[in-house]
């Protein structure tokens, strides 16, 4: 590695550091991000009024875990990305050294941060409700990984869209109704099987759908639900190709 490329590399793990304590210290980002996914995670676990599959506290774990991702990497971060361009933040940065590249890697690298965070707090919730990680294996927790990874950058893309388009306000309603949307009736907490035909299949090829019925599979089945790793692909780059045509850098 030149030293060009450590010193990109210092500027965008300094710029990940500080996007992701922002996030850590805002109430109203560990409200959307923390608080409740784990309420989710709670009544899901504690109450039958949701039906899911069996074994159903690992159902209920993959729901949160999914609402958790899309709570970070959509909602929060298409809110954020707004009111940065409204108050100058985004054009300010894009002219430092850090520069366009180097604050969006700062950006997605802050979002898997505070991702692991969410993930490990679940688990620990849910380990204390009962949970245990039987018949999960490292092939299991590597296509897990692949799935969260695959989810956050299916619905950054979207935030950066959202966010880099629209007026802070309007980002505001609609990032907030989206993510009632999707943890209702999008597949994230509730199982698509829910739905009548043909709506579960559509909604099982959107990023949400995709994402929720994915986790849930692996947690319940242990199998990889190739199509919804395949929807996640497409739309990260539909979402990234839409972004970087139409993102601007200030309002």
């Keep these: 590695m030149t030293t060009a490329s450590r010193t990109t590399a210092r500027r965008v ?15 109203e980002q560990l409200l959307l ?8 995670l709670v009544a899901l676990t504690r109450t039958s009024l949701v039906p899911l599959p069996e ?13 958790a991702v899309a709570s970070t990497a959509f909602t929060g971060q298409a809110i954020a990305v707004a009111f940065d361009r409204r108050w100058g933040v985004l054009r300010m940065l894009s002219t430092t050294p850090l520069g366009p590249t180097g604050l969006l890697g700062g950006k997605l690298g802050a979002v898997l941060a505070v991702i692991a965070v969410q993930v490990a707090l679940l688990v620990g919730v849910a380990a204390a409700l009962g949970w245990r990680p039987d ?41 907030n109704l989206v993510w009632v949307l999707m943890a209702v009736g ?16 559509v909604m099982s090829l959107t990023p949400p759908g995709a994402l929720g019925e994915g986790l849930r599979t692996l947690a319940t089945t242990g199998l990889v639900d190739v199509p919804a790793v395949v929807a996640l692909l497409v739309w990260t780059a539909i979402g990234s190709w839409l972004a970087g045509r139409y993102f601007r850098w200030d309002a």
């Design 13 to 27: 793990l300094a710029q990940t550091r500080f996007e992701t304590i922002a996030v850590l210290r805002n109430g």
């Design 33 to 40: 991000t923390v608080v409740l996914p784990v309420l989710a």
């Design 55 to 67: 074994p159903r506290a690992d159902a209920a774990l993959a729901g949160a875990v999914a609402l």
């Design 135 to 175: 018949g999960v294996g490292p092939a299991q927790l590597l296509a897990a990984v692949v799935l969260v990874v695959l989810g956050a950058a299916a619905f950054v893309s979207f935030a950066l869209l959202l966010g880099g388009t629209l007026r802070p306000e309007g980002v505001l309603a609609i990032a």
């Design 186 to 201: 999008g597949g994230l907490v509730l199982p698509l099987g829910v739905l009548p035909a043909p709506l579960d299949t």
